[in-house]
């Protein structure tokens, strides 16, 4: 009997590490559902000293890493240790090729070869994979009658070193590494999914936000910049010369919604809010020359997107629609959680998109 078993290899956890955060969530498929088992969250410097993770990458050991996901699986009593980790987006190159039509067999020899011409680092120093997107089928195409007698590829390189770091962290922790995937492509999975149309996701997080357009389930531009929740909270510390502790408060309390009494707070933030807004359009105008299309939607991700007034103010700036992040959207769970799940849904987007690719 052995019953357990299939019910096991179904049920996955998706865990996000960012400088600052351990993500963790736990689905399980039911009866063609993803279902939430369990959640959870812990701030690295709650148990570590601030001064270790000052830095923008992560630059504490993997042994820490690992001791703090081991503690985060215990305390939400995750079931399973099968998992998909999410790697930051700026770690992972993408870019959408062209070559001549060919078969798959002549595609795994001249895929790696063309490659080269692409990849900022020497090929030995990264795991690259690849996918066409399949013109011949009349599904998907980047570009609106485009050339049919070329190939659209999408290649991804990651660097083996950040693969053998995870690893590490994993085989510390106990965790069975079913496999490692950037954020843009669980955040794709979480958000859009294989929705025809283009759609821009927005993850703003602690010390990097996200660009990323995805069209036909495939992420096809991923930009990355350093503008976000970090340095929103240090332009009021300077600002108002206060410590980084008060300052967050602030920036949680007021945002840019402020009313007059509050306007040094938003206009503080304001101008690199504004910059954020620049590198969007930056991102629509390549991907229009590269597709002549425009993006349908902007999808508002990352813990920064509940900054008051956010979302009204993109809704001002862009005339497309823009939304808040529901990673739960196809997500069953007790209706309990429901308060806290709609204001954790930014944060955990990447972690239940990561988890979703592990139970099918
Ligand atoms: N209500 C809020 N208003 C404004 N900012 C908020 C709010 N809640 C959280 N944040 C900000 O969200 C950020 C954390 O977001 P998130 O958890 O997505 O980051 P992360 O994934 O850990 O980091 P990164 O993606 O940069 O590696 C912090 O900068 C925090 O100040
Ligand atoms: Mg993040």
């Known amino acids: 009997m052995n019953f357990s078993f299939f019910k096991k290899s179904n049920r996955c956890l998706g865990i996000d590490i960012s400088a600052k955060n351990i993500k963790v969530v736990q689905l399980t498929q039911e009866s063609k559902r993803l279902k939430l088992e369990t959640y959870g969250y812990l701030k690295v410097k709650d148990f570590i000293q601030e001064t270790e993770v000052e830095n923008r990458k992560i630059n504490y050991s993997d042994k820490t890493i690992a001791m703090l996901l081991k503690k985060v699986l215990k305390e939400c009593k995750a079931t399973t240790r099968r998992a998909i980790i999410s790697t930051p987006a700026s770690s992972t190159f993408s870019v959408l090729i062209k070559m001549p039509k060919m078969s798959d067999e002549e595609a795994e020899r001249a895929i790696p070869i063309e490659a080269k011409k692409y990849i900022p680092v020497p090929i030995e120093e990264v795991i690259l994979s690849w996918e066409i997107l399949k013109k011949d089928s009349g599904s998907f195409s980047l570009k609106e009658n485009s050339d049919s007698h070329l190939l659209e590829i999408i290649l991804v390189a990651v660097s083996k070193e950040l693969i053998q770091k995870y690893a590490k962290i994993a085989e510390i922790a106990k965790v069975e590494l079913v496999a490692l995937e950037s954020e843009s492509f669980s955040l794709s999975r979480a958000l859009v999914g294989k929705e025809k149309e283009p759609m821009v996701i927005v993850d703003i997080g602690i010390s990097s936000s996200n660009i990323i357009v995805v069209e036909g389930g495939f992420v096809v531009m991923s930009r990355t910049i350093e503008m976000s929740g970090n340095e929103l909270t240090k332009v009021i510390a300077d600002g108002l010369n206060l410590n980084f502790k008060r300052a967050e408060v602030l920036k949680k309390d007021i945002g840019i919604k402020a009313d007059d009494a509050e306007k040094q707070i938003s206009e503080l933030m304001l101008p690199l809010i504004n910059s954020i807004i620049e590198e969007i359009q ?57 308060p806290a799940l709609k204001e954790l849904s930014p944060f955990f987007s990447s972690s239940v998109g990561s988890a979703t690719r592990g139970t099918v």
């Open 282 to 338: 930056r991102v629509f105008e390549l991907y229009y020359q590269r597709s002549n299309k425009k993006p349908k939607m902007i999808i508002m991700s990352g813990g920064s997107a509940n900054l008051p007034g956010l979302m009204e103010y993109f809704i001002e700036n862009f005339d497309i629609p823009v939304s808040l992040a529901n990673p739960w959207l196809n997500v069953i769970y007790p209706e309990i959680l429901n």
